[in-house]
């Protein structure tokens, strides 16, 4: 096998699986486990404070509780934070592993732009579409998923334009809301988006490599 055999958009587009999981995934519970750590302890400092202030004097006691309500919310922030990077940096290597593939058959299969679409992955889901006959809605994973991914980065990162209403609108069983439909992004979640993204990319390489000129 000769270096002509290998083809690093293919190649770039199959690094998907080991970033997701030794970057994305473990930056994630860093962060995550740092943030909870820190929030353990002053959760477990404000309680005890708490109670001492309310058997002194009751406003004290009150003004407490509000503080330790103001830093459960700053630490609610912060994980959406966490959630929100780790969300556009799966949906990125995505968006990459998607235009790598493609390139793969510039040659046999030309592009021939514009593509037309609703935002990015609309464009490409046509491109794939026109150029190879690949229809993201036939693969082994619901393309509701991928468009959720797309979405739910979209609401965590541009919480003020609002995504949250478009994502909320459009994606009835969603995996990145709280019970009060705020956004929040678990573990457990983020986990069953890579494995889901995963298959998704694995199919559409395969698909690809099926094109390949024959020599």
């Avoid at 290597?93 to 493609?102: F, P, R, W």
């Avoid at 593509?115 to 490409?124: M, Q, R, S, T």
Wanted: charged letters at 30%; zero cysteines.
């Amino acid at each position: 096998m000769g270096w002509e055999d290998f083809n690093f958009s293919l190649m770039q587009a199959g690094d998907f699986s080991l970033d997701a999981h030794s970057l994305i995934l473990r930056v994630f519970d860093i962060a995550s486990s740092a943030l909870n750590e820190e929030w353990k302890k002053d959760s477990e400092y404000f309680n005890k404070a708490i109670a001492e202030a309310y058997a002194v004097d009751e406003s004290k006691g009150g003004y407490l509780s509000q503080e330790k309500d103001w830093e459960e919310r700053l630490y609610r922030q912060r994980m959406q934070g966490v959630g929100a990077l780790a969300l556009d940096w799966l949906m990125s290597k995505l968006q990459d592993a998607l235009h790598s593939a493609k390139t793969y058959l510039n040659v046999s299969h030309a592009p021939k732009p514009p593509y037309k679409g609703d935002g990015w992955l609309g464009k490409v889901s046509n491109e794939y579409q026109q150029r190879f006959n690949i229809d993201f809605v036939k693969g082994p994973i619901s393309f509701d998923r991928i468009q959720e991914l797309v979405l739910a980065r979209n609401a965590g990162i541009h919480r003020d334009q609002g995504n949250l209403e478009t994502y909320l609108k459009k994606i009835s069983k969603r995996a990145f809301v709280d019970q009060e439909n705020r956004f929040f992004v678990t573990r457990d979640a983020l986990i069953l988006i890579i494995q889901d993204s995963e298959k998704f990319i694995k199919w559409v390489v395969s698909e690809i490599e099926k094109l390949r000129p024959k020599k």
